[in-house]
């Protein structure tokens, strides 16, 4: 990759066909180590141009060491203007961000209405399995750890991670049913 202090100079420059084109070589040569810079970026950027690039960009990213970092960058994040960004990168990618659900859940709760609305988007688009533990955790901190502010959004969650558990609930039984057979084979 050319020189990173270049791209990232290029990045931060006001001319889009500029800022547009490192983007492009970053995902031409796909060198992940550039990613906390990019995250940096995203997290103190008010361009909407840059935003938006940015957030496509790295939510084509598949690499495992991806979730770590862009997590870590979210979690150590201060102030609250830049973890909407992220956030929004953790519920558009492909990448599972199922172990996350208490950090997801924290921001939901504590963050400005903008956060923790795109807090309450990963939490409705994760997809892997999460132990019901969990899930019953997140459930009763929403519900006992109130914040007006976000009522709203704690109205649409609440009900969707009580679906989760419904469809944990109903796979356990189907996997339960389909070794209930009276062949006496599994003796």
């Not at 990232?8 to 001319?15: G, T």
């Not at 203007?81 to 990168?89: M, Q, V, Y």
Request: charged share 30%.
């Amino acid at each position: 990759m050319e020189n990173k202090q270049d791209i990232l100079k290029q990045l931060s420059s006001k001319d889009m066909d500029i800022v547009r084109g490192a983007i492009e070589q970053i995902k031409q040569e796909g060198d992940i180590s550039i990613v906390p810079e990019l995250l940096d970026i995203l997290l103190q950027s008010q361009d909407t141009n840059i935003i938006t690039n940015l957030t496509a960009l790295l939510s084509d990213v598949k690499e495992s060491d991806f979730k770590t970092v862009l997590m870590d960058k979210l979690i150590n994040a201060s102030g609250s203007s830049g973890k909407a960004n992220l956030l929004r990168i953790c519920w558009e990618s492909a990448i599972d961000f199922s172990e996350y659900l208490d950090v997801f859940v924290d921001m939901l709760l504590h963050e400005d209405f903008i956060t923790a609305l795109e807090a309450s988007t990963v939490i409705e688009n994760l997809h892997g399995n999460i132990p019901e533990e969990k899930i019953h955790i997140a459930i009763h901190r929403l519900k006992s750890e109130k914040n007006e502010d976000n009522a709203f959004l704690l109205e649409g969650t609440i009900p969707h991670l009580e679906e989760m558990l419904l469809k944990e609930k109903e796979d356990e039984e189907e996997h339960h049913h389909d070794h209930d057979c009276s062949c006496h084979c599994h003796d």
